[in-house]
């Protein structure tokens, strides 16, 4: 089983990463705070420097040191996830083959976000040149001017005009009209539901979710409350929610009704409020056939298939997707290895990479891919069905008022009437 080491300690998978610059007396405890973050980083990560193998050979001269790149990931992606390894071979090979050190750390988000902010003024030489960042990140570190554009070139152009990206995929990545970052593996909340389940779960109504005998179960934990949103679009509720708009009081109605239902039919855990992360579920949920969770989170599991969400009425409906992408430093155009750092992602942007990542990590494809990767039980169709996350400053505000809602409807404080009235009244 794969390990969620991204929901200790962490918001959200997907989580607009918030702007944690310190100001005024607190300047330098940011700064020490950020690199403390960057020791216990190189301290939790065994899997950097990943330098060329040297040719011994006689020399009168002493040997150039090679070139280096550094690269930071989010957590998801540590070497001990099958994504995370299958992205730690990919650069050990560009490595060798491109005679570069890479030094790779792996962070929380929002502690890159920290450290993009004070090591600039800390310790400059230790900013990365590339990054792999998820959708909200990516937003928030390009309106902060952190990360700098893709080239405007012939080459570039083509990558980014001219795939057949995905359409949750297409608008996640650009700002302000330009490309900030290269989509490289997506993800999307599902039903990981048992196998002689799944395909009536499909097709039923949340009505029948909340009517023994099936239980389901969700990480409640989770903060902003992301499988709640997913629900919210299902319901086919836009962003943001407006009390006028008939359609967003109805979603948020169903969304409230489930969870109120399910929770006194006692089809839903009381203890939901307490897991953050599919680890959570097999420990104290294994035995509900459906969990509501990431779609890279279940790769790994038996008799369990990933349910796109149905709407209230059990029929195919819009769901939210999100990508992780490669982005890069604002920095790095006028440093020395900007074209390394230009080919380490067109290199990992190749059909066969992509296409393995996707075998190996069990993540969803960016772009059609041919052929259909083995490995992937979603439906190519699906894809099509999948919207982008909505913009961080659009939701953000919204979060509390969700939460606040959710716990109340889980410990049965209120109804759901009362609970979409107290959402819009914030």
Same mark, same amino acid.
């Given at each position: ?163 057949? *990206?995905?359409?949750?995929?297409? +608008?996640?990545? @650009?700002? $302000? !009209?330009?490309? /900030? %970052?290269?989509?490289?593996?997506? =993800?999307?909340?599902?039903? *990981?539901?048992?196998?002689?389940? +799944?395909?009536? @779960?499909? $097709? !039923?109504?949340? /009505? %029948?979710?909340?009517?023994?005998? =099936? ?19 299902? %319901? ?191």
């Amino acid at each position: 089983m794969r390990t969620e080491s991204f929901a200790q300690g962490v918001q959200a998978d997907a989580n607009p990463v918030r702007s944690l610059a310190p100001t005024g007396a607190r300047f330098w405890m940011g700064i020490l705070l950020a690199l403390g973050l960057l020791l216990v980083g190189c301290q939790n990560t065994a899997w950097f420097p990943l330098a060329p193998t040297p040719t011994p050979r006689p020399s009168l001269s002493p040997t150039p040191a090679p070139p280096v790149l550094r690269v930071w990931l989010p957590a998801p992606w540590t070497p001990d996830t099958p994504g995370g390894a299958f992205l730690r071979a990919r650069l050990e090979a560009f490595a060798r083959e491109r005679g570069v050190e890479l030094q790779v750390r792996v962070f929380r988000e929002q502690d890159m976000a920290l450290l993009l902010t004070n090591l600039e003024i800390a310790a400059p030489q230790a900013l990365p040149h590339v990054l792999l960042l998820s959708q909200g990140a990516i937003e928030h570190l390009a309106h902060r001017n952190q990360l700098a554009p893709f080239p405007e070139d012939e080459t570039w152009k083509v990558i980014f005009e001219e795939t057949p *990206w995905y359409p949750y995929t297409r +608008a996640s990545v @650009w700002v $302000r !009209q330009k490309p /900030y %970052a290269l989509p490289w593996a997506g =993800d999307a909340w599902v039903f *990981w539901v048992e196998e002689a389940l +799944a395909e009536r @779960w499909s $097709r !039923q109504s949340w /009505y %029948a979710w909340a009517q023994p005998p =099936d239980t389901w179960a969700y990480p409640a934990g989770l903060e902003p409350p992301w499988p709640l949103w997913a629900l919210y679009r299902a %319901a086919n509720g836009a962003f943001p929610p407006v009390p006028e708009r008939a359609s967003d009081r109805e979603a948020l109605l169903e969304v409230f009704s489930l969870i109120h239902r399910s929770r006194r039919n006692r089809t839903l855990p009381p203890n939901v409020l307490t897991w953050r992360s599919l680890d959570d579920l097999l420990r104290y949920a294994y035995h509900h056939p459906a969990w509501l969770a990431r779609y890279d989170e279940g790769a790994d599991l038996v008799n369990r298939k990933p349910v796109r969400i149905p709407s209230p009425q059990g029929k195919p409906t819009v769901n939210l997707g999100w990508t992780y992408a490669w982005a890069l430093h604002r920095d790095l155009p006028s440093s020395p290895v900007y074209q390394q750092a230009l080919d380490l992602v067109r290199t990992l942007h190749t059909q066969d990479v992509r296409q393995a990542l996707m075998e190996t990590g069990g993540w969803l494809p960016v772009t059609p891919m041919e052929p259909w990767p083995r490995a992937l039980t979603w439906n190519p169709d699906d894809l099509l069905s999948l919207d982008p996350l909505p913009s961080i400053e659009i939701l953000e505000p919204w979060h509390a008022r969700m939460k606040e809602q959710e716990r109340a409807l889980l410990e049965d404080r209120i109804t759901p009437s009362d609970a979409v009235e107290a959402f819009f009244q914030k």
